[in-house]
């Protein structure tokens, strides 16, 4: 089957009475490096600005394929800049891998974060642009450990591409009563639980249930959009005293379709160059690679090989983001807590 038929065919399931079913949510490769994407929870875990910019083009090689671009950057809140906590990194000079930073680590006093992020997703003759804001409360559960819980709330535009639509014939009723774009209000919430080497989070997108048809005909406007829920943890753990090994898992759920299931493994040097593999279930195997230059800028890409019945006709997924550390006062290298 044409991909460029299958974008038809879902457009036609939306006119139709039947509810639509499916990840209407773009998907990530690098998300363990930017679990802000997915968790409104991380705003402000950072002692600084933390800025990324990305853009993924989903399955190269075939015509009208997804792609997504994305801007995001969240902050803390407050003027202080606080010692061997979730808000800080070693000091100038000193080894950010270092045993006894982490043996030394101590937990953040509670604080406020927020930040702000803008999704572009196009897929077909169907685009979809999200934009919100972001808040989180970090609270301080002992002497090593916080939770934070977040909350995000935007505003989404999901637009039809009428003219390209191409149908046998032109005069199809089907096209009669066209809704061209939408918006609607958009919440998410997210909780994140984190330390010195470790991370588990859930959060939930999508949460407010909104009817989604692309007509004005009361008789085929069953769609709606649904929630997407994720599960993950991550555990840093150190090789010797320059590289580390940090495994991780997350679990998604999109109502209609089974569990998603994604394991990553990443081998980091000095918090300066890392490498990484990544494994979908059902979906595709991953490698990914990065660096940090200085304080300021970091830089990963991903490449996904499609193994689900499209790779046939593509020839994988590419994706590429890059970093910014603003108002980086102890001038670290890393982008992240250790276990990121």
Same mark, same amino acid.
């Given at each position: 089957?044409?991909?460029?038929?299958?974008?038809?065919?879902?457009?036609?399931?939306?006119?139709?009475?039947?509810?639509?079913?499916?990840?209407?949510?773009?998907?990530?490769?690098?998300?363990?490096?930017?679990?802000?994407?997915?968790?409104?929870?991380?705003?402000?875990?950072?002692?600084?600005?933390?800025?990324?910019?990305?853009?993924?083009?989903?399955?190269?090689?075939?015509?009208?394929?997804?792609?997504?671009?994305?801007?995001?950057?969240?902050?803390?809140?407050?003027?202080?800049?606080?010692?061997?906590?979730?808000?800080?990194?070693?000091?100038?000079?000193?080894?950010?891998?270092?045993?006894?930073?982490?043996?030394?680590?101590?937990?953040?006093?509670?604080?406020?974060?927020?930040?702000?992020?803008?999704?572009?997703?196009?897929?077909?003759?169907?685009?979809?642009?999200?934009?919100?804001?972001?808040?989180?409360?970090?609270?301080?559960?002992?002497?090593?450990?916080?939770?934070?819980?977040?909350?995000?709330?935007?505003?989404?535009?999901? +637009?039809? *591409?009428?003219?390209?639509?191409? @149908?046998?014939?032109?005069?199809?009723?089907?096209?009669?009563? /066209? =809704?061209?774009? %939408?918006?609607?209000?958009?919440?998410?919430?997210?909780?994140?639980?984190?330390?010195?080497?470790?991370?588990?989070?859930?959060?939930?997108?999508?949460?407010?249930?909104?009817?989604?048809?692309?007509?004005?005909?009361?008789?085929?406007?069953?769609?709606?959009?649904?929630?997407?829920?994720?599960?993950?943890?991550?555990?840093?753990?150190?090789?010797?005293?320059?590289?580390?090994?940090?495994?991780?898992?997350?679990?998604?759920?999109?109502?209609?379709?089974?569990?998603?299931?994604?394991?990553?493994?990443?081998?980091?040097?000095?918090?300066?160059?890392?490498?990484?593999?990544?494994?979908?279930?059902?979906?595709?195997?991953?490698?990914?690679?990065?660096?940090?230059?200085?304080?300021?800028?970091?830089?990963?890409? +991903?490449? *996904?090989?499609?193994?689900?019945? @499209?790779?046939?006709?593509?020839?994988?997924?590419?994706?590429? /983001? =890059?970093?910014? %550390?603003?108002?980086?006062?102890?001038?670290?290298?890393?982008?992240?807590?250790?276990?990121?």
């Amino acid at each position: 089957m044409q991909f460029k038929t299958y974008f038809y065919l879902l457009f036609f399931t939306i006119l139709a009475a039947t509810p639509l079913f499916a990840q209407q949510r773009p998907q990530y490769t690098q998300y363990i490096f930017n679990n802000y994407l997915l968790n409104p929870a991380l705003s402000g875990i950072e002692n600084y600005m933390d800025v990324k910019v990305g853009h993924r083009a989903q399955w190269a090689g075939i015509e009208n394929a997804p792609k997504t671009s994305f801007l995001s950057a969240h902050w803390n809140l407050g003027a202080d800049y606080l010692w061997k906590n979730p808000l800080s990194l070693p000091e100038k000079g000193d080894d950010p891998m270092s045993r006894s930073y982490t043996q030394n680590y101590t937990s953040s006093p509670a604080h406020h974060g927020m930040g702000i992020m803008a999704v572009s997703d196009k897929a077909g003759p169907i685009s979809r642009f999200d934009a919100g804001l972001t808040y989180a409360y970090h609270l301080q559960t002992g002497g090593a450990s916080n939770l934070a819980v977040g909350v995000y709330a935007g505003l989404s535009r999901i +637009a039809l *591409d009428v003219n390209a639509i191409k @149908l046998e014939n032109d005069g199809d009723p089907a096209l009669a009563n /066209v =809704l061209a774009s %939408q918006f609607k209000p958009d919440v998410g919430i997210g909780i994140w639980y984190y330390g010195a080497r470790f991370f588990a989070g859930a959060s939930a997108q999508q949460i407010l249930p909104m009817r989604l048809a692309f007509t004005k005909d009361a008789n085929y406007d069953d769609g709606k959009t649904v929630p997407h829920f994720f599960l993950t943890s991550g555990y840093r753990l150190s090789v010797d005293e320059e590289i580390s090994a940090i495994p991780s898992v997350m679990l998604k759920r999109v109502e209609g379709l089974p569990i998603s299931f994604d394991a990553n493994i990443k081998f980091d040097y000095k918090d300066k160059i890392w490498i990484g593999g990544s494994y979908r279930k059902s979906d595709s195997f991953s490698a990914m690679l990065g660096f940090n230059f200085k304080n300021l800028v970091n830089f990963t890409y +991903a490449y *996904d090989l499609t193994t689900s019945g @499209l790779r046939t006709i593509s020839s994988g997924s590419h994706e590429i /983001v =890059l970093g910014f %550390q603003l108002a980086n006062a102890y001038e670290v290298f890393s982008g992240g807590r250790y276990w990121r």
